[in-house]
Structure formats: structure tokens, C-alpha cells
């Protein structure tokens, strides 16, 4: 019976005895109490539908697949559920390669019947087609490190492999409506199975006779214990299976006392597997958000309307031409004369110095042949360039020496004189 349940550990008669009154004083190997589960560690894979579980020392990996399949003939309406197991040699060494073993035969029907007959996942609803197309879905169980009760890691690992499976989405069309159509998951968004209740498995070791009674038995305690019943059940409190195992007899009274711990420990398993299945659907639909870049300030470049300090230099640079040659001053007069009256568009990219006419700059005293006073406030108002101080007063010096040789000089008083006056001298210096 121990070469059944795969343990090649062979305890001698004194471990034997130390294991049996240890638990006959409640007290066991690795520190638990008799109804105490090992610790327990539920991952999932970067693909949907794959899970990795660590109950204590033992390890087990499930992974979940699906293919269209054709449905059998009294089921015609309905998908299909099977469980495969992999026993490797690395996880113990009582497993061979290749064919599957007793053990591994016992722990896939074991998890087949508590998941497939307490009708857990909703078949109807893997059916494309009546009859003709329906989903076949495939759980692998693969054993990594077997450290004791492979049924209740493998049943959670299967549990927590079918909650994250998604499968294509599939519509019907063409000329008959009998072509089956599978969309890509980034066309439409995968379907996720429809599971009524998670049935979880709880074994039970005996031990003296049926007088012990412990949960979770470890390596060691499987290769000593006398029996083992497994009790599959819902959080509900339903009983989905019940497998016996070993030579030892049970009471009813132990039986009913089981199925009592087993529905509290279902609970609590449950609990566990959906908080897990929840994280990690959080995760997943937290990495299809896109993404945008945040929207960084840009600078906005206003036209500079000042002139560069290169523009500074040739401006002096031409005020003291003018004064030297009076060529270049009487080039500069008619360039100013030809300028009157017609304001131009000065380009603040331009690398030269741009020719300003008087009437455009505010402050500068207008002759006959120039605008009358009120264009010139008009024009001043509507276009007001932004200048500095130290512009203006740059600009103000181009224009007195254009203006001192285009007219004769005048006084501050005649500059503000108002428009009759300055008429009236205009007309006694002719005469």
C-alpha cells in the first residue's frame, strides 16, 4: 500500500513510533496542529489559463488549453473536460518516465471527479455549434516536488488554471451559417469560463487504527498513516466526491466530522483562490490600459521684436556714415523722403538694420510733407511695436539726424504749439 501512494521514504520502527505518539499528543513534525494546512502560494504564468501552487514542500504546476472539437452524439450541445497528470522523476523518484503510473492514474481521476461531475464549469456554454463544434478543454497537471497530499495541490492548481483561462470568441457565418469564425484576441476580447463553485479537495490522514485523525498529511506522515479519505466539497457546504483510501477502517462518526472540517477548510481555500484570481486579472487588465506620454510644456517662441545688439552696432555704425560723408546724407534723405507717409513691414528676423521712417516713431516733431497730427496718434495707437527703453531712445537718434537734415532746427516751445499758432508763424516768416 505505501509503494501505491508513491513514497520511497521507508521509515524505520523508531520514526514510526516517534511520528505516531507525537500526533497522539496533537502535536506533529513540522510544528502544525492536527487541522492545520501548510502554508499555501498560488502564482500565475504570463499566459492566460496557467498556475503554479506551493502547498508546503510540494509543487504543482496546471496548465489549461482548449481546441474546437466535435461533441459526442448524447451530448451533442455540450463541451468536454478532461484531466491529464505528468508525474516527473524530479519530483520523486518512485515516479517513472513515460507510461503513467498507478499513482498518477488515481490523483487525475480523483480531481476529474470532483471537478467534471459536480458540474462546476458550465459546458453548455462551450458549445459553437449543436452537434457539430463544441471546446474541448485540457488541464495538464505537471508534479514538480512531491512533499505529501498531491490531491489538494493539484485540485487548487487545476482551480486556479480554469479561473484565469480565457478562450476565443467565435461567431458563425458564410453562405450556410455553418462556417465557424475564431477571432484573434486582439479583434474581440477573449471569454472567460462560466464556473458555478469551486469544489476544493481536503485529504485526511488516519492514524492507530482510525483514532488520529490529521489534515494535510506531509511526505513523512503519508508513509506511516494507515488510511487516507479525500473529501472534495464547495464553500456552500455541498459534497461534490469522497474517495477512500488504505486498509484502515472509518467511523460514520468520523465521516460526518470530515465532511464538518472539510466544509469550514473549503471556505477558507476558496476564499484564497478568488483573492488570488483577482489580483491577477487586476494586473492583466492594468497592462492593456495604453499608455500615453505625459504632455510636456513646449516652449512657445514669440517673435522678438527687439533688435539684436549686431543690429545696435550697425545702426551706430550707419548714424556715423551719414554724419561723415553727405553723400551717404543725402542717400539717407532720400530714402527718408521716399519713406513718408508710407509705414513699411519690418521684418524682426531681418539681419540689417531696418529703415524706420519718422512718422512711425512716437516723440519726433513732423514737417509740412508729413502726416497731420491726428494720423500720427492714430497710427501710433494702432501699431505700437514693444520695444525696450534702450531701443526707443536708439531709434529716436536715427530719426533727429535724418530729421536735422531734412528741416531747420526748431524749438521745444514751437513743438508744442497748438496747430493755429503754428500756422499763423508759418505764414509771417514767408511774408
Not at 485523525?213 to 494507515?226: N, Q, W
Not at 516713431?361 to 508729413?370: A, H
Amino acid at each position: 500500500m505505501e509503494q501505491r501512494w508513491g513514497n520511497t521514504w521507508r521509515p524505520t520502527i523508531n520514526e514510526k513510533q516517534f511520528i505516531e505518539e507525537a500526533l497522539r499528543s496533537e502535536i506533529r513534525v513540522d510544528g502544525r496542529r492536527l487541522y492545520d494546512y501548510r502554508r499555501l502560494t498560488i502564482k500565475f504564468g504570463r499566459e492566460d489559463g496557467s498556475s503554479e501552487v506551493q502547498l508546503g514542500e510540494t509543487h504543482v504546476m496546471g496548465y489549461v488549453t482548449g481546441q474546437l472539437v466535435q461533441p459526442y452524439r448524447d451530448r451533442s450541445n455540450e463541451g468536454t473536460l478532461a484531466i491529464f497528470t505528468e508525474f516527473s522523476p524530479m519530483a520523486d523518484p518512485s515516479f517513472e518516465p513515460g507510461r503513467p503510473g498507478e499513482s498518477a492514474i488515481e490523483l487525475g481521476r480523483v480531481v476529474d471527479r470532483g471537478l467534471r461531475e459536480s458540474r462546476a464549469v458550465d459546458m453548455e456554454s462551450l458549445c459553437v455549434v449543436a452537434g457539430k463544434s463544441v471546446w474541448a478543454i485540457r488541464v495538464d497537471l505537471h508534479i514538480i516536488d512531491n512533499g505529501g497530499n498531491l490531491i489538494d495541490a493539484a485540485n487548487i492548481a487545476a482551480l486556479a488554471a480554469l479561473s484565469t483561462f480565457r478562450r476565443p470568441e467565435c461567431s458563425v457565418g458564410g453562405g450556410d451559417s455553418q462556417e465557424i469564425i475564431v477571432h484573434d484576441p486582439e479583434e474581440r476580447d477573449p471569454i472567460a469560463l462560466t464556473i458555478h463553485h469551486f469544489p476544493i479537495a481536503v485529504t485526511f490522514a488516519f492514524f492507530s487504527e482510525g483514532n488520529t485523525l490529521v489534515i494535510d498529511p506531509t511526505y513523512k506522515e503519508e508513509a506511516v498513516m494507515g488510511g487516507r479519505m479525500t473529501v472534495t466539497m464547495n464553500s456552500n457546504g455541498e459534497v461534490c466526491a469522497i474517495q477512500k483510501a488504505g486498509s484502515d477502517g472509518i467511523l460514520s462518526s468520523d465521516v460526518v466530522r470530515c465532511l464538518r472540517i472539510a466544509s469550514l477548510k473549503a471556505a477558507e481555500m476558496t476564499t484564497k483562490i478568488k483573492e488570488a484570481v483577482e489580483t491577477y486579472n487586476a494586473e492583466v487588465a492594468l497592462k492593456k490600459v495604453k499608455r500615453h506620454p505625459l504632455l510636456v510644456a513646449q516652449k512657445i517662441t514669440v517673435p522678438d521684436v527687439a533688435m539684436k545688439e549686431a543690429s545696435f552696432e550697425k545702426m551706430k555704425n550707419s548714424d556715423g556714415d551719414m554724419e561723415s560723408s553727405p553723400n551717404q546724407a543725402s542717400t539717407s534723405r532720400t530714402n527718408a523722403d521716399a519713406s513718408v507717409g508710407r509705414p513699411k513691414i519690418w521684418d524682426p528676423y531681418s539681419t540689417s538694420a531696418p529703415s524706420i521712417s519718422s512718422s512711425q516713431l512716437p516723440g519726433t516733431v513732423g514737417t509740412s510733407n508729413e502726416l497731420n497730427e491726428d494720423q500720427i496718434m492714430q497710427t501710433d495707437e494702432e501699431s505700437k511695436p514693444d520695444l525696450r527703453n534702450d531701443q526707443i531712445s536708439g531709434a529716436t537718434g536715427v530719426s533727429s539726424a535724418i530729421h536735422q537734415q531734412n528741416s531747420p532746427p526748431k524749438s521745444l516751445k514751437d513743438a508744442v504749439k497748438p496747430k493755429n499758432k503754428r500756422k499763423k508763424n508759418a505764414e509771417r516768416s514767408a511774408r
